[in-house]
């Protein structure tokens, strides 16, 4: 052919229309929080997807700090890092935004492929406005602190003050939109608006605009959130409330803010957004003044669901040590109306409850602070390598199946239990069959507890009969359900053969293993490597450190 210009415009026209088609990322679906059946799941890429997640500290999202905070994401084996992003360095003067920190983020994170949840450090952190621009905190008039009983300021932002509010508003919308732009690859799958709204040390706002609000009428949608039959027609909040009335008031005040903060986001780019809280103790409650007031603790949910539609999830920093207060927490934020979500806890022996947490549906877990910026330090946050070991475990065994278990938990056939003295057996009711788990359980079957409470197990319904089995330090096994009154008395070992049964109907019925299979998850497929038989099966299914996975074919005889 003869190559005359009008055939060189073609071909270079051509080539550059499929550079450019390369070059344009495609655009994938938005991730979403889906309810259905009662269950909640959170969608990525379009499936039900389980964060199994990690939070950098404070100061790391800053580009020399990288270098650590991956290699420990690896180690983990995370599929997301919760990471902050900071007022005071993306809005450095009024209206003006500065991109750099988050495009270098979004860069670094896919090439690490990992996912991030990203944290907006604004006007909250931790009770305080530690983030907000300097051109804000040199004008206290303009962007007041809070004041306390005695007329004096406090280490925290007015839930009141319209010029915070709506720079807020706009630098989170800004933020948001260019999230938008910036990332059609959905690198970013979910933002945290403030961190741990509220405040420390007084319990609410005192100032005279404050107090007026506080003596007028308690809006009537808070008296029906909070399904209060008022004695007066329009009560005020201490008429309403009494004692919580300053704790109730607080949280409605710093919920419409940062509602209204979330709004302006979401109607930028409608990713699913959330708020966490630093929490109260809700088994011996405090009294108010002695936790984070104005925050969604436990006592204000319902103030919170209500004042801030936007959020689609209100979720627990879970750091208390006591198993009763742990397990408290997960079955307070696990809702009909809100998703349970852990984005925050800390302690080694705490790496159990991912797993009570799955048993409750959670959508994702993340411990804090997992990156090397403060290694070979020992102070408050920091964390030991006991620590990042003990959550490695977890997301090592469970990482390479996380979606088979979002989709196995959101269709209602999941549960998982952690091991709590003195409990040392548990028994999951699944139908026709009962998975009982037991802990620190010896060759003749009696369980004693494992000597440091680590154990934790996993057990989904795959078909009626077979059952995917998993966890640590514990053993499974399973037995003929019966009827709802067998289910309660009849169990038995026979003895000989260790083999559990039970009577229905008059008949002896006993569980029969009919293939028990190793395998490991490679890209959402089970790859069988052997047969569990013999000694590995013949006293019930024992899990240890090793992260195991099995597929379990059950019949009676
Ligand atoms: C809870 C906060 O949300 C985090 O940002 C961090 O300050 C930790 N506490 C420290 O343990």
Known sequence: MKITSAVLAAIVATNLAAFTVQAQVKERPLPRIVKENGRFALFVDDAPYLMLGAQVHNSSDWPAMFPKIWPAMEFLNVNTVEIPVYWEQFEPQPGQYDYTAVDTLLKEARQHHVRLVVLWFGTWK???????????????????????????????????????????????????????????????????????AGTWGTVRDY???????????????????????AASPSPNWQDAFGPEAEVYFHAWSVAKYVGQVAAAGKA????????????RNPLKPDSPGTYESGGPTDNVLPIWKVAAPALDILAPDIYQNDPAVYLKVLELYHRDDNPLF?????????????????????????????DYTREHDTGPGSRQPDEFLAWAMNYRLIGPMQREIARLNFDGKLKAVAEVQPAVTETLPFGDWNAVVSYGAKRNGQAVGNAEPTGRALVAQLKENQFLVTG???????????????????????????????????????????????????????????????????WGLNFGAEPVVLRVSLATY
């Open 126 to 196: 931790n009770g305080s406005q530690h983030y907000m621009p300097e051109w804000m905190k040199l004008a206290p008039d303009r962007y007041p602190h809070m004041v306390d009983k005695n007329g004096q300021a406090v280490d925290s932002p007015s839930p009141y003050a319209n010029a915070s509010l709506e720079a807020d508003k706009s630098a989170f919308a800004a933020f948001m939109r260019h999230l938008k732009a910036a990332d059609p690859e959905r690198t970013v799958i979910m933002v945290q608006v403030e961190n741990e």
């Open 207 to 229: 100032s005279p605009v404050a107090q007026k609000l506080f003596e007028a009428p308690v809006p009537p949608e808070v008296l029906s959130a909070m399904q209060v039959k």
């Open 268 to 279: 930028a780019y409608p990713l699913p957004l959330y708020v966490n809280a630093a929490l």
């Open 342 to 370: 852990i984005p925050e806890t800390g302690g080694a022996s705490n790496a159990r409850f991912l797993f009570s947490a799955l048993g409750l549906q959670a959508i994702g877990f993340s411990p804090f602070g997992m």
């Open 472 to 538: 640590f330090f514990c053993r499974v096994d399973f037995r003929p359900a019966g009827t709802e009154q067998q289910r309660k008395s009849q169990y038995v070992v026979d003895g000989v053969g260790q083999t559990p049964s039970a009577q229905i109907d008059g008949k002896w019925q006993h569980r029969q293993f009919l293939r028990v299979e190793e395998g490991t998850y490679e890209s959402g497929v089970f790859k069988f490597v052997r047969i569990w038989n013999g000694d590995e099966t013949d």
